[in-house]
Structures are given as structure tokens and as C-alpha cells.
């Protein structure tokens, strides 16, 4: 399980639509999404709330199934093996920090002395040097949130799938969490899928940001993100994109 080179297939969306049905009517939360996502690119979804964002999460991760069209590969195939990061961070509180980055390696049956020095690397990797003991009670949201990366990391996916990971954190924290992702992107060259509501996180991470509008969830643009990082947000090109981003926001 080496870390630094880009590997996995390609994920593409085509023509996905998610129509929920219930008994006080129906809702058309997506609507002919169609996108891709090569392998190490960086892809930032960012719309307003209500837009489908979680609903398309749900589809990729293959949790739910879309009404129309098709994403390849399909999670249950072998290529597609992922790792996901929820908004809460779902860590198990009766594992300390190294069983809960170990999990994912027990199901797969991965000798435990290499379990051993991939969890040591991983807890290096996301900055948590010292808290492998620890339990998850005693750990800040941001912690928690770096070990919910590492655990996802661990079994070495073929795609990193997040959907607002950093919302939960306060504003320093998550700063500091974006720079974390950006260099755990450019050493492990994984490719992810990252959903965010937050116009200034999308532009800050993104090699491309896929902008939703909503009624119904549907892709606004695509826009390619053409700045060297580290990006400020003060910069008049990054302040175009934001007032371009808004546009279909609003
Ligand atoms: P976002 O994550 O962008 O805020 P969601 O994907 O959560 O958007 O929701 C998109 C739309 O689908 C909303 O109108 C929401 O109320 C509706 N929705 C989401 N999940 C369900 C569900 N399980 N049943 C019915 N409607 C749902
Ligand atoms: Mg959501």
C-alpha cells in the first residue's frame, strides 16, 4: 500500500437523477447529473442547501440508487474501493484512535504488523503524533475529523469521497484541516470527491469545483480552478471565481 502515486479508475456520472416518493408528493432532488472524476484529481460539489449534494454522496458511496442513469464503477465491483468522510464523524467510542484508523485493515485481513506500522504512518500523516491511545471522548471535533480521514485513508481507496467534512469545526480549526487535506492530497495523489457547501473551500481545494443550482438539483457549470496553491482568497482571479461561483448560487 504505497502512498504518493495516483491510482484507480476514473468515476463518471451520466445522467443521474434521484426522484424521492412519498405519500405527500415527490421530489426531484437530482436531475441529469453527468460529470467525471479522473484519477488524483482534486473535484470540489458545491451548491446551495437542498440541492442534492448529500443525495449524490449517497449515489456514489452506494448507499442509495438512482431513479435514472448510471455511475461507474459501481461501489460493489472490486475497482471501486472507498474511502468516506462524513459531516459527524461516525468514530466507533470504544476504539482509541489506532483501532478506529485499524478497522477498515481487520476486514480485509491484513497482517497485523502491517496494520501496525500503516496506522503509525496514517496518525503521522494526519497529524495526531501522541493521541494513537487515545479514546474519541477526549479528542476536539477537528481531531476526530483527522482521525475519521485517517480511518478512511487506511484501506488505501481508490477514491476519497467527503461530504462536508469540515462543517462541523470551528473556523481556525477548519482552515487548518483544508491546508491538512491539500498536503495529504499532493503526498498520496488520491482522487477525491469532496462536497461542500462553502463557496471559498471549493475554489481553495479544487483542481475543478462542479457548481449545483437546486429545484431540481442540476449542475450549474463546471469550472476549472487555474491557481498555484497555496490560494488566497484575496487574490482578484480567486475573487472573480467566487463572484462567478455565487452567481448560481443565489
Ligand atoms: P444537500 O445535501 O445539498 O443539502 P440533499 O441531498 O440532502 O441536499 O437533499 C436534496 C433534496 O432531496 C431536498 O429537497 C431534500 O428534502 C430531499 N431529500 C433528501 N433525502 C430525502 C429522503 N430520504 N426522502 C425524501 N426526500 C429527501
Ligand atoms: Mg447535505
Not at 412519498?22 to 441529469?32: N, V
Not at 442513469?69 to 459531516?87: A, D, K, L
Not at 479514546?135 to 471535533?141: C, N, Q
Not at 469550472?223 to 488566497?232: A, F, G, Q, T, V
Amino acid at each position: 500500500m504505497a502512498l504518493g502515486q495516483a491510482s484507480g479508475n476514473r468515476l463518471e456520472l451520466d445522467g443521474v437523477g434521484k426522484q424521492y416518493d412519498s405519500p405527500g408528493g415527490s421530489i426531484q432532488a437530482l436531475a441529469d447529473v453527468s460529470f467525471e472524476v479522473s484519477p488524483g484529481e482534486f473535484v470540489c460539489l458545491v451548491g446551495p442547501s437542498g440541492c442534492g449534494k448529500t443525495t449524490l454522496f449517497r449515489i456514489v458511496a452506494g448507499f442509495e440508487q438512482p431513479t435514472t442513469g448510471t455511475v461507474r464503477p459501481e461501489r460493489t465491483t472490486e475497482q471501486m474501493n472507498m474511502g468516506i468522510v462524513f459531516q459527524e464523524y461516525h468514530l466507533f467510542p470504544w476504539r482509541t484512535v489506532g483501532g478506529n484508523i485499524r478497522f477498515g485493515m481487520e476486514q480485509l485481513d491484513i497482517p497485523t504488523d502491517k496494520q501496525r506500522e500503516r496506522t503509525q504512518q496514517l496518525v503521522d500523516l494526519v497529524g495526531l503524533e501522541g493521541f494513537i491511545e487515545s479514546y474519541p471522548k477526549s479528542l476536539s471535533g477537528g481531531m476526530k475529523q483527522r482521525v475519521a480521514l485517517a480511518r478512511a485513508l487506511a484501506v488505501d481507496p481508490s477514491l476519497l469521497l467527503m461530504d462536508e467534512p469540515f462543517s462541523a469545526v470551528d473556523a481556525q480549526t477548519r482552515r487548518r484541516l483544508q491546508e491538512n487535506i491539500l498536503d495529504i492530497q499532493e503526498e498520496t495523489r488520491k482522487t477525491i470527491l469532496f462536497v461542500t457547501h462553502d463557496i471559498e473551500e471549493a475554489i481553495k481545494l479544487g483542481d475543478r469545483v462542479v457548481v449545483m443550482d437546486k429545484n431540481p438539483g442540476q449542475i450549474a457549470e463546471v469550472i476549472d480552478i487555474d491557481l498555484s496553491r497555496p490560494r488566497s482568497r484575496t487574490t482578484p482571479a480567486f475573487g472573480n471565481l467566487y463572484e462567478r461561483v455565487l452567481d448560481h448560487i443565489d
